[in-house]
């Protein structure tokens, strides 16, 4: 191995530490509690050396919601491989996003509340977010007949988020997610 693949190993094992920490601090205590001051405290390197890797805060939470999208992907394609008909895989689908959403609160936020310069739905969307949306639209393409796809995603996408929300908030019923779903999808399956 070179210095330089060495080099190159040793700042990715660098970046990664600085965004699983970030995660690791925002899941524990909110991200007001993630500074790039307690940052460095907790991964023992300087602030500048978070420099190097991002240009601040907006950069490194962003760096985690593109994991999370990594990660929501993954869960939405696990709980479509289980198969069944295409109802079924919808439900499996949304209640995937919302057991995400509730598992990782933190990512979730920085996936979808605080503000972030990634592009949805343009040219340069990260490849994460994209097969996020895809796995959602992959679902829904399967009761869509000859509705547009992407319409119906959207409103899946926005529903499931509203969702999250106003059950974080405690404005909707808890404990009903299941009866949610079923709605929602039904009305989608007409």
């Known amino acids: 191995m070179t210095i330089e693949d060495r080099r190159a190993r040793e700042r990715a094992a660098r970046r ?10 925002a899941e524990a205590e909110g991200w007001d509690a993630v500074t790039t001051r307690r940052l460095s405290q907790e991964i023992e390197y300087s602030q500048p050396v978070l420099y190097k890797h991002f240009q601040g805060m907006d950069q490194i939470a962003e760096a985690v919601a593109i994991d999370g999208f990594g990660e929501l992907a993954e869960d939405i394609g696990t709980a ?19 057991d995400f959403a509730r598992r990782h609160p933190s990512v979730y936020d920085a996936m979808f509340t605080r503000a972030t310069s990634l592009d949805f739905a343009a040219d340069d969307t990260p490849p994460a977010l994209q097969s996020a949306f895809n796995a ?38 808890p404990d009903r997610d299941r009866q949610r779903i079923v709605v929602l999808v039904d009305q989608m399956c007409r």
């Open 136 to 173: 959602l639209r992959d679902a829904v393409a399967a009761v869509a007949d000859d509705r547009d796809v992407d319409d119906l995603t959207e409103v899946l996408w926005a529903t499931l988020h509203g969702l999250v929300a106003l059950g974080r908030t405690g404005r909707i019923r």
């Open 16 to 25: 990664q530490l600085i965004v699983s920490t970030a995660r690791s601090l």
């Open 80 to 98: 479509r491989a289980v198969g069944g008909d295409a109802r079924d895989v919808l439900i499996r689908t949304a209640q995937a996003y919302l």
